[in-house]
């Protein structure tokens, strides 16, 4: 099993670009997730998606978008880049059930100039 | 809303000796608490979790925690470190089944 899988693995854009992040599952897992993580900051929730047709939005969801495009795959859309987007993304999964552990894909670093 | 505070961001440590990472949470409901670790650019993956039942929990790499439910607090210790462990470790909680909320992380950096 890869786990959960992200491309790319690095990108620079320029501000106004729009670019889609990927992210991939093979686990069967019901949920996904998508973070930002910025020095000093942890991890911040962009967008969830608890189910399969499912999305809701976390702490950071300004300036995305998602697709649950079916239970593997979660997207993450910037319509229109910014420098305050310059951060690495993270897309995670987990079984959906009550309490369950989240497994992270390697990320995406992501800078906008 | 939930919230995690990890009291020390940067933790510098000598190899072999102890150490302890704090997390404290707020919360005056039940919660399920975490520790996940990142080895420089990777991703995060689970150290331990406190679900119920028995206070100290163990994970891997010689990892335990413990729940203290008055104070708070779920602090992450290791009772000898390795210069592999150097790493950024997260703590996080979770009510119910909503997401994670982390907190900002504390970067161990053991020393040889």
């Known amino acids: 099993n890869a786990g959960v899988t992200q491309t790319p693995k690095f990108q620079v854009l320029k501000t106004g670009q729009s670019m889609t992040l990927q992210c991939a599952q093979d686990?069967?897992?019901?949920?996904m997730y998508w973070y930002r993580q910025d020095p000093g900051m942890g991890l911040r929730l962009i967008y969830y998606s608890a189910s399969e047709g499912t999305t809701d939005k976390g702490e950071v969801p300004n300036g995305y978008n998602v697709s649950r495009l079916n239970k593997r795959e979660f997207s993450l859309r910037l319509e229109s880049a910014a420098p305050s987007q310059t951060s690495v993304y993270f897309c995670?999964?987990?079984?959906?059930?009550?309490?369950?552990?989240?497994?992270f894909g390697p990320g995406t670093r992501l800078t906008v100039t | 809303a939930q919230s995690v505070t990890q009291l020390d961001s940067q933790v510098p440590v000598f190899e072999e000796a102890p150490v302890e990472l704090r997390c404290n949470y707020s919360?005056?409901?039940?919660?399920?608490l975490f520790w996940y670790v990142q080895y420089p650019n990777q991703g995060l993956q689970l150290l331990l979790k406190y679900l119920s039942g028995s206070t100290l929990v163990k994970g891997i790499n010689g990892f335990e925690a413990e729940f203290n439910k008055s104070q708070t607090s779920f602090h992450l210790r290791k009772p000898s470190v390795h210069i592999s462990d150097t790493a950024e470790y997260f703590c996080?909680?979770?009510?119910?089944?909503?997401?994670?909320?982390f907190g900002k992380g504390t970067r161990l950096s053991v020393i040889a």
């Open positions: 919360s005056s409901v039940s919660v399920y």
């Open positions: 995670a999964s987990s079984r959906g059930e009550t309490i369950n552990e989240q497994y």
């Open positions: 686990m069967n897992h019901n949920s």
């Open positions: 996080a909680v979770m009510k119910g089944n909503t997401p994670l909320v």
